[in-house]
């Protein structure tokens, strides 16, 4: 029997899908004062959070060993990621949607990119690094050991024929 997190997730998942390109989970400005900002950042039916450091230019996932492009991609995970410092690049790759290839800027004012279910994902950093909060919603057969498998570009005809020749959305910081 499928639970109640399951369906919930499913139906969250649908109405991303439905919207067929990029998604953000803006966040609320609760109260500003000389130089304090207090944000509600909640997130509807979150129910698990990652933090990612990036304490430079780095990429997660890094590239393989042949220098090819590696991805993220979820199959019970629906994450909602938010530049809480500095700034992150991430590339999208959705093979249903009308555009299947995105670059997305974040920083702090963005609020949360949403990466539906099988969605491919990569973030990179800026010079500085940047710090990000993934206010993720799980399912019940969510499994860390299968969830975050990288899929490398070069063994993956679809993912490599996508970067190779479609021309990318690009969402500049402030879209
Ligand atoms: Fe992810």
Redo the contacts with the bound molecule.
């Keep these: 029997m499928e639970s109640r997190t399951s369906r919930r997730i499913k139906k969250t998942n649908e109405f991303y899908f439905k919207s067929m390109s990029v998604q953000f989970r803006k966040h609320r400005v609760f109260r500003e004062t000389p130089s304090v900002i207090f944000y509600d950042i909640s997130v509807d039916d979150s129910n698990a959070s990652?933090l990612v450091v990036h304490e430079g230019p780095a990429v997660s996932p890094p590239n393989d060993v042949i220098g090819a492009k590696q991805f993220?991609?979820?199959h019970h995970?629906v994450?909602h990621?938010r530049v809480l410092s500095g700034e992150r690049v991430f590339e999208l790759v959705n093979f249903d949607w009308k555009f299947p290839y995105h670059i997305v800027h974040l920083n702090r004012h963005s609020g949360a990119l949403v990466?539906p279910i099988g969605t491919y994902?990569r973030s990179t950093s800026g010079e500085n690094g940047s710090i990000v909060i993934?206010q993720?919603i799980r399912d019940d057969e969510f499994n860390p050991e299968t969830?975050?498998v990288p899929v490398s570009a070069g063994n993956n005809s679809e993912l490599y024929r996508v970067l190779v020749h479609e021309q990318p959305v690009i969402h500049e910081l402030g879209e």
């Design positions: 990652d993220y991609i979820h995970q994450d990621n990466v994902h993934n993720a969830e975050f």
